[in-house]
């Protein structure tokens, strides 16, 4: 997933090609018909988009949330968001190992944090 703010912009999807070397396509935003937790229905993928001015999902996966003053929150654990306007509508932080078992999470709004280089402020 690619994402501006709050705006998803588009999906890369790695595919198995000729002898099992993996490769990439690309979906964008405006060519999604449907989305649900299980599938993905586009009109069309295209091979390249333009990604340096986004934010890519797994840059974002698995770093730390920063409070206010200084403290850890927990790491962010997935990206929520709308299947019909494509918006990110929260991101799940989870507080510890103990919290992943439990399924104990915290979800933040976009609102709510700020992404740095190596970690997010809330």
Do not use: C
């Not at 091979?47 to 730390?64: F, G, M, P, W």
């Not at 019909?84 to 932080?93: H, R």
């Amino acid at each position: 997933m690619f994402f501006l703010d709050s705006n998803i912009h588009g999906f890369q999807i790695q595919k198995n090609a000729i002898f099992r070397v993996p490769s990439n396509i690309y979906i964008l935003a405006n060519d999604v018909e449907s989305v649900n937790n299980e599938l993905l229905i586009v009109s069309r993928s295209v091979l390249y988009i333009e990604q340096s001015y986004l934010v890519k999902a797994d840059e974002i996966l698995s770093k730390e949330v920063i409070g206010e003053g200084g403290n850890l929150i927990g790491i962010v654990d997935d990206i929520l968001f709308d299947s019909e306007s494509l918006k990110i509508t929260g991101y799940e932080v989870v507080e510890s190992i103990w919290s992943y078992i439990k399924n104990k999470k915290i979800i933040l709004s976009p609102e709510e944090i700020i992404l740095k280089e190596n970690k997010i402020l809330s």
